[in-house]
């Protein structure tokens, strides 16, 4: 089977699922579960991956909304995982676009499925959860989930179309500090005022920005800032993030913005301390034989690529992934430019015609860059001389 056979079977695939896949998209927007909480909605794609065919473990790598859907006999030559992202945010629901990336990640699987044996490549359709907080694909990173994979992707939603975004390596702490309370009026003199030491480590760290590269995005709040007015605050906590282009530079911006809340504590006669308050996110290592079929499809889909490659994307846990094997991120759009990700605007956009289209284009782009890769072996050992080239 040629690559145009073979894309006339997975097109002919998508056009006879997508109705199912709309609605697996609505109803996990109608009924969004922040992350770690996605029971429900991991229940409803393990159930639909069942009715298809797959075998699934569920829970999977310990994680209780996580899952691993295997369709045939698991006995090809290579391995891609299709990852697949379903959390959505507080408050706002699915404006990460996430219903509609599980969507896609499930309907690239189904439509590639019955190609197993001619690529000689099992293709797996991985559920990782918890992407917005704690990250599920880099605990699974860990547990050496993704050794044994030749290839991962998924598609992300955006106000443009991207074949690779600007990943930021992220590490997220809580600062604490630690004082002495007393009465703010009748005797001061007798406190140490753990709010002034975090106080003077945000103001350190916006000192800091002007002398870090323009890659570094320093940001927190305030999680506990004192009990009243009229008592020394003797305990307060700061959650941060710390966010850069490189994982090696980034080690050493948060050993900076420790010395910032050194410095508080130092000036406040207070002292410090911090914890993770999630996984460390890496950058998404870049892969110019992958992202060149990328760049094919996207042309040969009418999709433009207009996106600024320079403007930071954000962080995401695919990210730590791409350091295991060969990672694919792509974006596509489905709103106009000016809306956002992470806005209301944007969740507004996961039930529409226009988004619906995206499934639809995201699913090829998946299912394409499989076949396209595993079809052709010079392909393949340039992909991965490009992937050990960048280690």
Not at 66 to 90: C, M, Q, R, S, W
Not at 235 to 247: K, N, P, T
Request: aromatic share 8%; charged share 25%; net charge negative.
């Amino acid at each position: 089977m040629n690559i145009a056979e073979m894309k006339e079977r997975i097109f002919s695939e998508i056009e006879k699922n997508k109705a199912e896949m709309v609605k697996l998209n609505d109803d996990l927007f109608d009924n969004p579960e922040i992350s770690g909480e996605e029971y429900e909605s991991s229940k409803k794609i393990v159930t639909l991956l069942n009715s298809k065919g797959y075998a699934t473990e569920y829970p999977f790598a310990g994680i209780d909304t996580a899952f691993k859907a295997v369709y045939g006999e698991n006995n090809h030559k290579y391995k891609v995982a299709i990852l697949t992202e379903y959390d959505a945010l507080p408050e706002i629901g699915h404006a990460c676009g996430h219903c509609l990336s599980a969507a896609i990640s499930v309907l690239a699987g189904i439509s590639t499925r019955e190609l197993q044996n001619e690529l000689d490549t099992d293709i797996h359709i991985i559920g990782t959860p918890i992407e917005e907080t704690d990250g599920a694909k880099c605990e699974m990173v860990k547990k050496g989930v993704f050794d044994g994979y030749d290839m991962a992707i998924m598609v992300h939603l955006y106000n443009y179309n991207l074949v690779r975004p600007k990943l930021q390596a992220l590490d997220s702490y809580m600062y604490n500090f630690h004082g002495k309370s007393s009465h703010a009026s009748s005797a001061p003199w007798d406190g140490d005022n753990a709010f002034n030491a975090c106080q003077l480590m945000f103001h350190a760290t916006d000192m800091l920005r002007q002398h870090v590269t323009p890659d570094v995005r320093i940001h927190g709040i305030i999680r506990n800032g004192g009990e009243a007015p009229n008592i020394v605050p003797e305990f307060v906590s700061a959650e941060v993030y710390v966010r850069a282009l490189d994982r090696a530079y980034l080690n050493d911006v948060v050993r900076k913005v420790d010395d910032c809340a050194r410095g508080g504590a130092i000036a406040t006669q207070t002292t410090w301390d911090k914890f993770a308050t999630a996984a460390p996110y890496d950058d998404m290592k870049a892969n110019a034989t992958g992202e060149a079929v990328l760049t094919e499809t996207f042309a040969e889909l009418g999709l433009p690529l207009n996106g600024d490659t320079e403007k930071i994307f954000g962080s995401s846990d695919a990210g730590n992934v791409s350091y295991v094997c060969p990672t694919f991120h792509p974006c596509v759009q489905v709103v106009n430019e000016d809306v956002a990700i992470h806005t209301r605007g944007f969740a507004d956009g996961m039930k529409t015609e226009r988004a619906y289209t995206g499934l639809e284009n995201g699913a090829k782009i998946i299912a394409l860059q499989i076949a396209k890769i595993f079809s052709d072996e010079e392909k393949i050992a340039a992909m991965k001389a490009d992937f050990e080239a960048k280690k």
